[in-house]
């Protein structure tokens, strides 16, 4: 018979969950999240779809991640140092949007519009996870249980609901 896995509390599973969500921010795993990462994230989704950054789509990827990593930066960067430790983010961004994740989807909404202009269908959105490092099994559940309208298209605002929820709630 197999030991058991010791049964783990909330607060160990929140635990968890944030370094997760951290670690789909944190793009080049040096443990802060930084401008760059937002870059880097932009220029990874940019390369899976073949988009120029120099196109109007890359440039809106581009300016929207910028203006997460401002939004982001704001909320969580408490010592001014132009990144975001773990410690900042549990405590700062997730603390503060816990109970207001319309906040989060705000700050998101300018990135992840530029995203569902390039990967517009729920299969598309799954390739986006994956470039930006998200799990198989994370990518897949997340892009396909996304609501699409009439075209085929993933809802835009359904997707910044599930986006802030996902990143803001335990």
Not at 16 to 36: K, L, M, P, V, Y
Not at 60 to 72: H, I, K, R, S
Request: cysteine-free; glycine content about 8%.
């Amino acid at each position: 018979m197999e030991p058991m896995e010791p049964e783990q509390g909330p607060g160990e599973v929140y635990q968890r969950r944030i370094a997760s969500r951290f670690a789909a921010f944190d793009q080049d795993g040096d443990g802060t999240i930084s401008r760059e990462d937002f870059s880097t994230a932009a220029k990874r989704v940019l390369a899976e779809f073949d988009v120029s950054f120099r196109s109007d789509r890359g440039q809106a990827l581009a300016d929207g991640a910028e203006a997460f990593w401002q939004g982001m930066a704001g909320i969580a960067d408490i010592d001014g140092d132009q990144k975001v430790s773990r410690e900042e983010f549990a405590g700062g961004a997730v603390k503060r949007l816990h109970d207001h994740p319309e906040r989060f989807a705000e700050i998101a909404r300018p990135f992840l519009h530029a995203v569902l202009a390039i990967a517009t269908t729920p299969a598309d959105v799954e390739r986006a996870l994956l470039a930006l490092g998200i799990t198989p099994v994370g990518a897949a559940v997340g892009a396909r249980t996304l609501p699409t309208v009439a075209s085929g298209s993933v809802d835009e605002e359904q997707a910044v609901t599930a986006f802030a929820r996902y990143f803001m709630t335990e």
